[in-house]
């Protein structure tokens, strides 16, 4: 508790650490649950935005600004601090990330984007960095899926379709 902003927590999956955004310094900080059961104070971690653990509580996902580049890029670093990893910034041709999530096993992320035509798609990528393979397009654009959310259980990724209704002119 205290007079700061902070948002978009995450809940690790042993349950006894906690990530979120501090929106005025745009950092990811962590906090760990005590023996006590208390909270420790906030551990700023990297630049950027809302970090995401991985299914295994090892690593840590989240998006950062590049100035250098002026992207946004995909990164991940050790749970309990260290350097990060640059796993994507998209170079000229390949898509960009909207959406990005872990898939169960923490050796791969799934993201999803949309091409210029508006068509939504679901890639994956390796954790370590790579080249992204597409797993699924949505090429009927009567049914778009605009918006950024995805979700997956391993199996299967689900996703909002919209049906644009209207009578109002």
């Not at 809302?50 to 950062?64: C, E, H, I, R, V």
């Not at 890029?73 to 796993?87: E, K, R, W």
């Not at 791969?108 to 035509?117: G, P, Q, V, Y």
Request: proline share 8%; hydrophobic share 35%; no cysteine.
């Amino acid at each position: 508790h205290d007079s700061m902003q902070w948002s978009n927590a995450d809940v690790s999956p042993d349950g006894n650490r906690l990530t979120f955004f501090h929106i005025t310094k745009f950092q990811m900080a962590t906090v760990t649950r005590t023996a006590t059961g208390s909270w420790s104070p906030p551990r700023l971690m990297g630049f950027g935005g809302a970090g995401q653990w991985s299914p295994d509580g090892k690593t840590l996902l989240y998006l950062t600004f590049l100035p250098a580049t002026q992207q946004v890029a995909v990164v991940t670093m050790p749970a309990d601090s260290g350097a990060t990893t640059l796993v994507y910034q998209p170079k000229p041709g390949e898509p960009p990330f909207e959406a990005v999530q872990w898939d169960q096993t923490s050796r791969t992320l799934f993201f999803k984007s949309h091409d210029a035509r508006g068509r939504a798609s679901i890639w994956s990528i390796p954790a370590t960095g790579g080249t992204p393979r597409l797993l699924v397009r949505f090429d009927d654009l009567n049914r778009p899926s605009d918006r950024p959310g995805f979700a997956t259980d391993g199996r299967m990724f689900y996703f909002t379709i919209e049906d644009r209704q209207s009578d109002v002119f």
